[in-house]
C-alpha cells in the first residue's frame, strides 16, 4: 500500500507548501522568542544562560542536520518538494546559531570586550564555532535568489562548505564538553548517516576524476 | 562523648522561604500549561529548565538541630534551594545538569555506612543516624566556585571534618585523606552505563592533604537550607571544600582514608592536564579551555542579571594561604 502511493511523485499544492512553510516559522521561530522570554524572566531553570547556550546550540545543530537530509529526501523520495524547505531551514540554523553567539556575548561574558577577544582567540573550541558560524553567516547573506543568479558557479561553493560548517559545529560541541563519552557521539554517527547518501557521491566522483587524469595521462604518453 | 547539642535555632517549615516561593511557581508554570507545551517542543529536556517535573517523587528532607552561621560564613546573596538543588555536576546520575533532580532519588540514602580508617589508632563507622547526631552542627554559608566558571552562595549544614578525623586519632605518620564516594550502579545509572556516567571510572574518588583537611574551612556537610541534603547535593553526607573547585567537594561518602600517599582523584586521572590534584580556585591559573578570571554568580534575576564577577584567590578564603607557602601555584593547579 504504502510503496503504490510511493509510485507517483507526491507534489505539494501551493496552498500546502505555505501551510508547511507557515508551521516551521511558527515553530521554529516561536520556541527561539519563547525561549528567550522565559530567560528574560528567570524561568529556565539555575541558569538562564547555560540553558539559552544549549538550547540556541543544540538546535541549531538539529536544524542544520534537518536541512542536510532534505535534498536525499527529494532525490530518494517521490517528493521532491522537501528541496523547497531547505532554504528556510538553511538560513533558521544561522538565526539560531547567531542566538547562541548573542548569548554567549551579552549574557554569558556581559560584553566584556577584552575578555571575549582573548576567548575567541585562545579557546581553540570557540574559534572553532566561531568559524562555523562564520561559513553560517555567508551561506545566510548570500541565500537570495538574485545573489545567487550573479554568482553562479562560485555559489554553489560556497553552499558546499556547509559540509565544513557541521563538522566544525559537532566539533565544538564535543570540545565544548567535559568528557568525551556523551551525547556529541550521539551527533556524530547521525551526521555520518544523513551524509552517506553523498559520500557514495562524492566518492564516484572522485573515482571518475581520477580515472580521467589517467585517461589524460595515457593519452599523453601516445602523443609523444 | 559528644556533649549533647541544644540548638540555638530551630527551623519552621514557612522560614525556608526559598522553597516554598518555587512551588508556588512550579504550580503556576503547570496550570498554565507550559510544561505540556514543552514536550512538544522538545524532547531534550535539558534545554528547558522548567520541564523536570519533580512532583511524584518528592523527597524527605527532616529539619535540623544546628548553631548559626558564625564567623565562617558571608553575607552575600545566597543562591535560591531550587537552583542549588536544580544544577549539579553528580555524573553518577547523568552528565546534564538536571540529570541529578530527575535521578537521584533512586539513591538509598538510609541506612548508610561511613567508615574512617587507614592510617588511625581507632577506626570507626557511622551509622545513618550518628552522621547528623554525633557531632553538633553548625550552619556554613560558603561561596561554591565550579570550576566551569559559575558560583554559588550555600548554606550547609555540617561539622569540621577536623573533628571527624581527631575522633579516629591520626597516626603522625599520615600526610593525605582519601574520599570515596557510593558505587552502587543499580542506584546510580551512571555508574551502570559508561555513556550515561561521562566514561569516568567509579567509584568517585578524591583527596585532600591532611593540614587541607584539618582547616576549620573544611566542613562535613549534612543539610542545606536548615535541612537535610537532598540527594542530588550529595546526601546523606558531603565533602565542602570552599576554596577549591566545586570538584573536589566529594558527594555521598562512604570511606575515609588516611594515607601517606598522594590519593588518586578523579578528574585528575580523567584528564591530568585540566585538572589537578591541588584544585585551588585560581584567577591567575586558566583552565586550558576557558578563562577563570571571573565567574557568573547564580543568584537569581534571569538573562539580564550582571552577575559577573571577579573569580578571588582561594575563592576570597585568603585564611588558607598559608597552606601553600612555598609553592608554586601554577604548577600545582
Ligand atoms: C562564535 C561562535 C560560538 C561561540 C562563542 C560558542 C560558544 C559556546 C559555549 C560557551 C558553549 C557552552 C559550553 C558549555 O559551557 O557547556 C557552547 C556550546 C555549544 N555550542 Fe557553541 N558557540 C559558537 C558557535 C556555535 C555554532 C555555530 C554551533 C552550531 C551550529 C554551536 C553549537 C553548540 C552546541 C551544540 C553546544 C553544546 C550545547 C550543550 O552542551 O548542550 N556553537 N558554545
Redesign the pocket.
Known sequence: MAFRLFKKPARLTKAQLLTGKSMVHILVLGALVWQFVMGFTDNLGADPV?AL??????H??HI?LLTLCLSPLAQLTPCGDFIRYRRMLGVY?FI??LA??AT??LF?LQLDWPLIGS??IERP??????V??LL?LAMAVTSFDRLRKKMGRRWQSLHNTVYL??L???L??SW???TVLA??LL?WFAAFVILLPRMKRWYQSLQRKSDGKKKHKTTATRTT | MPKRFSPSVKLTENEVTDESVYRQRRTLLKSMGFLGASTLLSS?A??FGWFDDDDEKKIQREALDFSPAGKYSTAAKKTPYDKVSGYNNFYEFGT?KDDPAEYAHNMETDPWSLKIDGMVEKPFTLDHASLTSKFPLQERIYRLRCV?AWSMVIPWVGFELGALIRQARPLSSARYVAFQTLYAPEQMRGQNSRFIGGGVDYPYVEGLRLDEAMHPLTLMAVGLYGKTLPPQNGAPIRLVVPWKYGFKSIKSIVRITLTDKEPPTTWNKLAPNEYGFYANVNPNVDHPR?SQASERRIAGGGLLSRNRIDTELFNGYEEVASLYKDMDLKKYY
Open positions: 547555560q547556550l544549549n538550547f540556541t546550540g543544540l541549531a545543530i542544520l540554523t539560531y546559531a547562541h553567539f554567549y556575548i554569558e576567548e575567541l573550541y570557540i574559534s572553532v564555532g566561531f562555523a558560524l553560517l560548517a557541521i566544525l559545529a559537532l565544538h560541541y565544548s564538553q567535559k551525547d556529541p551527533y | 531534550k535539558s534545554a546534564g566551569e576557558w
